[in-house]
């Protein structure tokens, strides 16, 4: 199986062209290998590019613990990078289906290739039955939760996946590493959630570091800085336009006051191919 390997603001994927290459078999099985940093090829997921009626592709993205995930912003990116790169649909705008869901994306070129993407991620979602989390509120606002022996003040919300975003003083490992798994699983958020630690610098700019659903800590969340950045305009600490600053790079948001529609602008960058072996 061929496969590409590439990444958003560091948040990296395995690439598999379903419109070259059949689907596998066992996409689960096949992230939770690939996936693995010592024995695989390394990443926080496998994404594959196929074939769609009503777009130029498809994205269906596993983590790296072999779940589905509807939606991957960075992923995204990339697979609009990867559509454009390799001839499928070589054009500056592209529609991508995701969680059945359909996304636009502009590409903005350097020599002939995407160097960025601007996504339009959609209209959050608010209602906490969707997001989903028994917590209440429409969305939930620093709505204060036990973790760990630790009260935390968390604001919940769905970019088409559920996030829990929770500010801080600075996002340390303490947080992140000791409180996200914790978070992640905790039985207000029947589905797992993502966990965003958040720092804002300024009513522009947040620093953010995410644990991220089924995959651990990863250096960006494109979806996540989108649900920060409508954390920030519904709890009063930031604009609607601001710039997250992630581990693996920035990403710029902007919360549309007349679309209610969030988008997104970052990276897309391809890092290297290869072939997996047939293990059956």
Known sequence: ?????MHGAGNDYVYVDCFRHPVPADPAALARAVSDRHFGVGGDGLILICPVEGADAEMRMYNADGSYSAMCGNGIRCVAKYVHDHGIAARRS?????GGKRFDLELKLSGGRVETVRVDMGQPILDASEIPTTLVGAPPLDAPIEIAGRTLKVTCLSMGNPHCIVFVDEPTDEWVLGLGPKVEIDARFPQRTNVEFVQVIDRQT???????RGSGETLACGSGACAVCVAGVLTGRTERRITSKLLGGD???EWNEHSNHVFMTGPATEVFRGEWPDRR
């Open 206 to 212: 947040v620093r953010q570091r995410t644990w991220e």
């Open 94 to 98: 592209l529609a991508i289906m995701t």
């Open 1 to 5: 199986m061929q496969f590409t390997k």
């Open 251 to 253: 990403l710029q948001l």
